[in-house]
């Protein structure tokens, strides 16, 4: 959880920082709408998690996970880069699918918890799904 704060501050960081001219984008942290989780999950195979997420508008484009390990606790969210375009368009009715690769090592109980926002209060939000991983 202190991983995705210090992320977030890294990209606003990263993202304020310009070069001569002013930046034409910045790093962004989507939240996750959801997942579709396979049925098994097997020692060194690799099966594909399904992420769903919407974007505010079309200048916001999908740059991989945000993806933290911890012991056998996966937190995951959505990384984008969000263009500083004067045309862009709301696209947040648009649910997006990415999938994410997983190959656990060992087996037994893991946890992923998948970022889906702050609460009125600050709080960060998740979707979590208990999987069992087979030998």
């Known amino acids: 959880m202190k991983k995705l704060v210090f992320l ?26 959801g997942a ?9 195979s690799v099966s594909v998690i399904t ?3 919407r974007r505010p508008t079309n200048c916001h484009i999908f740059n991989g996970f945000y993806y933290d390990v911890n012991g056998t606790t996966r937190t995951v969210a ?11 368009q ?3 009715e648009t649910l997006f699918e990415v999938p994410l690769n997983f190959r656990p090592t060992t087996d037994g109980s ?11 209060n600050g ?6 799904y208990d999987v069992e991983v087979n030998p």
Do not use: R
């Open 110 to 120: 893991y946890v992923f918890k998948f970022w889906i926002g702050d609460d009125a």
């Open 78 to 88: 959505i990384n984008a880069v969000k263009l500083h375009q004067n045309n862009c």
């Open 8 to 33: 977030m501050i890294f990209a606003l960081a990263l993202g304020s920082c310009s070069v001569g001219d002013d930046t034409n984008s910045e790093f962004v942290v989507l939240p996750a709408e």
């Open 51 to 53: 992420v769903k997420y």
């Open 123 to 128: 709080m960060e939000q998740y979707l979590s």
């Open 36 to 44: 579709v989780m396979p049925n098994k999950f097997k020692v060194d």
């Open 90 to 92: 709301d696209d947040s």
